[in-house]
């Protein structure tokens, strides 16, 4: 079905000015007290509908949530701050009714992301367009899912590293791959991208240009191990505090100046439950890009899967980190291991 069939609609937003309150939200009914809160102290300044910004990476107790208002002027009391908040691209929905109901609308915006090899990023929104907690069967939500674009961000990374030929070279039909593009037809072009691109550039120069390409790591969690480094500058306290949390973090070991890590699988589950290798291959992959369409794909597309270590040590030594790629499945493995090489 295409997107409008489906009622979802592309959006790119802007930046905006919010005054906002952040909590560990344990149940829907604590956001109405949060805007009441809000409301009194913002209300001259207020331009715009309620929302609530959901963040699903930052692995605290309940869920880190921010309740909103737009405002033409900034906020600041003890509790209350202000700050611009970023735009980007997202897949947006409305929802008629109560909010009880709001998973079936989820569902369809995340099985949209599914289905066509998108990388959904870890933030959402809901936009209360009606909110009427005496008559939920008026209220009418806006469901914000944001989502990486990443055909255009390793475009501009090309630029960056390369210049303009290359990125009309690698990013060629760049242009045709859209949210309408079919999974088969998304993994072929990033084939071909990859080819053209170890024909252009070196090492060092594929590992910059993909590396930042990956999926967004949450800053809240680096801000974290930046803590708990900063205190001592000991990276084996970083190491203990990665190890109490190794869904996320995946139980890395250092050995002198380096520092290794073994992905898990993305599904566990599937991942024991498979019954071939073809299947283990896809249960274990974590790109949204190409975990079902791993046969042929270049090597050299797993730097972007670096990049996810590489924003999370760069985040918290404030120094430029090196991400080897050690094994990976693009390259016959079983399990995909990187060396992150720690600067002197």
């Avoid at 909590?23 to 604590?30: N, V």
């Avoid at 255009?152 to 303009?164: F, I, P, S, Y």
């Avoid at 080819?195 to 120069?205: I, T, Y």
């Amino acid at each position: 079905m295409s997107l409008e069939e489906l009622g979802i609609t592309r959006r790119r937003l802007d930046e905006m000015l919010i005054a906002s309150l952040r909590f560990q939200m344990q149940q829907r009914e604590e956001l109405i007290s949060k805007f009441e809160r809000l409301r009194k102290q913002c209300e001259e300044y207020i331009s715009g509908p309620a929302f609530a910004v959901y963040y699903w990476d930052t692995g605290l107790q309940g869920l880190d949530t921010e309740a909103c208002f737009p405002v033409t002027h900034a906020v600041e009391t003890t509790e209350i701050k202000s700050r611009m908040l970023e735009g980007g691209e997202a897949l947006t929905m409305l929802h008629h009714g109560s909010h009880e109901n709001l998973r079936e609308s989820y569902r369809k915006i995340y099985g949209r992301v599914v289905e066509h090899g998108l990388n959904a990023e870890n933030t959402s929104r809901e936009i209360y367009l009606e909110f009427n907690p005496d008559s939920p069967e008026e209220n009418v939500t806006e469901i914000q899912v944001f989502f990486v674009n990443w055909e255009e961000r390793l475009c501009e990374n090309l630029k960056t590293v390369l210049g303009e030929d290359a990125r009309e070279e690698v990013g060629r039909g760049a242009g045709d791959i859209t949210l309408e593009s079919s999974r088969d037809e998304r993994v072929n072009w990033v084939k071909g991208a990859m080819g053209r691109l170890d024909e252009l550039a070196n090492e060092e120069q594929r590992f910059e240009i993909l590396s930042r390409c990956a999926h967004i790591f949450s800053p809240k969690r680096i801000e974290r191990l930046k803590a708990v480094y900063q205190r001592n500058g000991d990276i084996d306290e970083v190491l203990e505090a990665m190890h109490e949390d190794p869904d996320w973090y995946e139980g890395p070991v250092r050995e002198g100046a380096i520092i290794y890590v073994t992905k898990v699988p993305r599904n566990p589950e599937g991942y024991e439950a498979a019954t071939n290798e073809a299947e283990k291959r896809m249960h274990y992959c974590h790109c949204a890009i190409i975990h079902r369409n791993l046969d042929d794909i270049p090597p050299t597309f797993c730097y972007c899967g670096a990049g996810w270590y590489r924003q999370i040590w760069e985040g918290i030594l404030d120094k430029p980190v090196r991400v080897e790629i050690l094994k990976s499945l693009t390259r016959g493995d079983d399990t995909c291991q990187f060396a992150i090489h720690l600067p002197s």
